[in-house]
C-alpha cells in the first residue's frame, strides 16, 4: 500500500514540478513588465481574489468532502458510482455558474473587501479603478476553477491522480504568453504607477483564458478514466444530504481562511501604497514568497496527500484507526524528509533565490525586502506541512467539524499577529516591511495549530508503535541546519573573491549551495538514523549510472 501510494505521488510530483517552474517563470514576466511595488500588486490582488472566492464558496467542500463520498460510492454502488458522480458534477457546474455571474455583477464592492485605507484617498482613485477592472476581469475564473477541481476530485477518487497535477502546465503557458506580448506591446521599465485599458485587457484575460483551457485539457481523461458525464438533475433519494452535512463545516473553516487572506492582502497592499520611498515588500513580495515556499508543498505534500488520503478514507471507514495512524504520520515524516531542508535552504539562500525570480526588468530594485519576507515565510512551512497531514486525517474521518474550530483558533492568531505587527508596531515610515511582518504572523499561527491540534488528534487516532513525528522531525532539523550552514560558509568564503550578482550569478550560487548543502544533509541524517532520509538517499542514488 505505502509503494502504491508513493508511486501515484511520484506521477503527481512530476507535473506538479514542471508546472511550478513555468508557474516562476510565469512571476519573471510579470515582475519583469509591471515590478513588484503597488503596479504589481493591484494585478496580484485581482488575480487572485478568483480563486479565493472560489474556495470560499465551493472549494473547501469539492476538495475536502467528495473524495471520501466520491470513494464509497465506486465502492459500493452497482453503478460503479456513475449516478453519484453525475448529480454531484451537475450540481456543482450549476452552482459554479450561478456564483460566477453573481459576482462578476460585484465586481467593485468584491474588490472594495481587499483594498486598504490608503486606495480610499480621492488621490489614489485611477490605482482603484484599475484594481477594479481587472477584479471584473479575473472573475470569470471562478467558474473555470471549480469546474476543474471538480473533474479533478472525480479522476483522484478513480485513482487518476497525474491529469489533474498536468493540466495546469497549459495554464501557464498560456499565462506566459500574454505577458510576453504584453513585454512586446509596452515598454518595459517606466513603471508607471498606473495602466492603460489595453493593459488591462491583456493582463485579465491572458490569465483567465489561462485557467480556462486548464479545464479544457483535463476533460478528455474524464472518460478515459472509465466515467461517462451525462447531466442528470436532482439530489434526492442519493444521500447527498449527508455530503451537505459534512460541507457545511468545510464552508465555515475556508470562511474563516479567506478573513484571514482578505485582512491580509489588505495589509500587504498598505505597505506598496505608503509614502514610505524607496523598495517596499507588500503583495507581491509576500505572493511570491508564498508560492517559493509552497514549491515543496505542491510538489511533495499535496501528492503524498491526495494520494493518501482515499486510503486513509478506506482504513478509517472499516474501523482500522490503528493503520490510518500509522499511514497518517509515516506520510508526514516522507514529507518533512523534502520539506526541513527545503525550509533550511529557503532561509539560509533566500536572497539568490528571490533573485532568480524577480531580478529582471522592473522588478530588480526590490530584493532585499523580498528575501526577508521569504525567510520569515519559510519558518512557517514545516508547521503547516504537519498540520495539512493533521487536517487530511480528520477529513478521512468524515470529521470536518473539528478542523472548522481549529481553523477559528489559526485565523484568529494570524490575524491578529498580522494587524498588531502592521497596525501598531510599523509606523508610516516602515510600512515597507509590511510583508516582512506578514510572513512571520503566518509562521507563528500555524505553529501554534500544531500545538493544539496534536493532542486533539489523539482523542481520534490514539498513540500506536511507529506513528510517531517529534524525533525525526528534530533530528531532520538538526541535519538540515548543518547542511544549510556549511553551504552559507562556504558561499560567504567564495563571495570574497567572486562578484556574482544578477540572477545568472545567484543560479551559480544555489548551484553551489546544492552541491554542499545536500551531501551534508545525507551524512548527518544517516549518522542519526533517520529512516525516511536515507530512504530518500537510496531510491536517487539507486537510480544514477554507478557502476558497483
Not at 474588490?111 to 482613485?125: F, N, T, V
Not at 485513482?159 to 513585454?183: D, E, H, K, Q, T
Not at 567564495?494 to 550569478?505: E, Q, R, T
Request: charged content about 10%.
Amino acid at each position: 500500500m505505502a509503494d502504491r501510494t508513493l508511486r501515484s505521488a511520484a506521477v503527481m510530483a512530476a507535473g506538479t514540478v514542471l508546472s511550478r517552474l513555468l508557474g516562476f517563470i510565469r512571476i519573471a514576466l510579470l515582475a519583469a513588465a509591471i515590478g513588484t511595488a503597488l503596479r504589481g500588486d493591484i494585478f496580484t490582488a485581482a488575480n487572485t481574489i478568483p480563486n479565493s472566492l472560489y474556495i470560499l464558496l465551493a472549494g473547501g467542500v469539492f476538495n475536502t468532502v467528495l473524495v471520501p463520498q466520491l470513494v464509497r460510492a465506486i465502492k459500493n454502488h452497482d453503478d460503479d458510482g456513475q449516478d453519484f458522480t453525475n448529480r454531484i458534477l451537475t450540481f456543482g457546474f450549476v452552482v459554479l455558474a450561478v456564483v460566477t455571474v453573481a459576482c462578476v455583477l460585484l465586481a467593485p464592492a468584491i474588490a472594495e473587501l481587499y483594498l486598504p485605507k490608503e486606495l480610499h484617498d480621492p488621490s489614489r482613485a485611477t490605482e482603484k479603478a484599475n484594481m477594479i477592472m481587472f477584479v471584473r476581469l479575473c472573475l470569470p475564473q471562478i467558474f473555470f476553477y471549480g469546474a476543474f477541481v471538480l473533474v479533478g476530485q472525480v479522476l483522484n477518487a478513480r485513482r487518476r491522480f497525474g491529469p489533474m497535477m498536468w493540466a495546469p502546465i497549459a495554464n501557464n503557458i498560456v499565462a506566459c504568453a500574454s505577458i510576453v506580448v504584453f513585454l512586446l506591446i509596452y515598454r518595459v521599465g517606466d513603471n508607471p504607477p498606473t495602466y492603460s485599458h489595453g493593459e488591462e485587457l491583456l493582463l485579465g484575460l491572458g490569465h483567465t483564458v489561462g485557467i480556462a483551457v486548464q479545464l479544457l485539457v483535463l476533460l478528455p481523461y474524464l472518460k478515459a478514466s472509465g466515467h461517462t458525464y451525462r447531466p442528470k438533475f436532482g439530489l434526492r433519494g442519493t444521500g447527498l444530504g449527508h455530503t451537505a452535512r459534512l460541507g457545511i463545516w468545510t464552508v465555515f473553516f475556508v470562511a474563516v481562511n479567506q478573513v484571514t487572506l482578505v485582512v491580509v492582502t489588505q495589509l500587504a497592499i498598505a505597505g506598496s501604497a505608503s509614502d514610505d520611498p524607496g523598495a517596499k515588500a507588500g503583495l507581491f513580495a509576500y505572493s511570491t514568497a508564498m508560492l517559493i515556499i509552497l514549491v515543496p508543498h505542491g510538489i511533495v505534500t499535496v501528492s503524498l496527500a491526495t494520494a493518501a488520503l482515499p486510503q486513509m478514507s478506506a482504513l478509517a471507514a472499516d474501523g482500522d484507526t490503528a493503520e490510518v495512524g500509522r499511514m497518517s504520520a509515516r506520510s508526514i515524516r516522507q514529507t518533512l524528509a523534502i520539506v526541513v531542508p527545503a525550509a533550511a535552504a529557503m532561509i539560509a539562500f533566500a536572497y539568490p533565490i528571490v533573485t532568480i525570480i524577480a531580478g529582471y526588468g522592473s522588478g530588480k530594485n526590490n530584493l532585499t525586502l523580498m528575501s526577508y519576507t521569504l525567510m520569515t515565510l519559510a519558518l512557517g512551512i514545516v508547521p503547516f506541512t504537519v498540520q495539512y497531514f493533521q487536517l487530511r486525517t480528520f477529513y478521512a474521518f468524515e470529521d470536518t467539524r473539528t478542523p472548522f474550530f481549529l481553523q477559528c483558533v489559526i485565523a484568529a492568531t494570524n490575524i491578529a499577529a498580522a494587524v498588531i505587527g502592521v497596525r501598531v508596531l510599523l509606523d508610516q515610515a516602515h510600512l515597507r516591511f509590511s510583508g516582512v511582518v506578514l510572513g512571520g504572523a503566518y509562521a507563528l499561527a500555524y505553529l501554534v495549530a500544531v500545538l493544539i491540534s496534536r493532542p486533539v488528534l489523539r482523542r481520534k487516532v490514539p498513540r500506536v508503535p511507529g506513528a510517531g513525528i517529534g524525533l525525526p522531525m528534530l533530528a531532520m532539523v538538526i541535519a538540515a541546519v548543518a547542511g544549510a550552514g556549511a553551504g552559507r560558509v562556504v558561499l560567504w568564503l567564495l563571495n570574497l573573491a567572486i562578484d556574482w550578482s544578477g540572477p545568472l550569478g545567484a543560479v551559480l550560487q544555489l548551484a553551489v549551495a546544492a552541491v554542499v548543502m545536500l551531501p551534508v544533509y545525507a551524512a548527518v541524517a544517516r549518522v542519526l538514523r533517520i529512516h525516511e532520509v536515507n530512504d530518500v538517499v537510496s531510491m536517487v542514488t539507486s537510480k544514477l549510472p554507478i557502476r558497483r
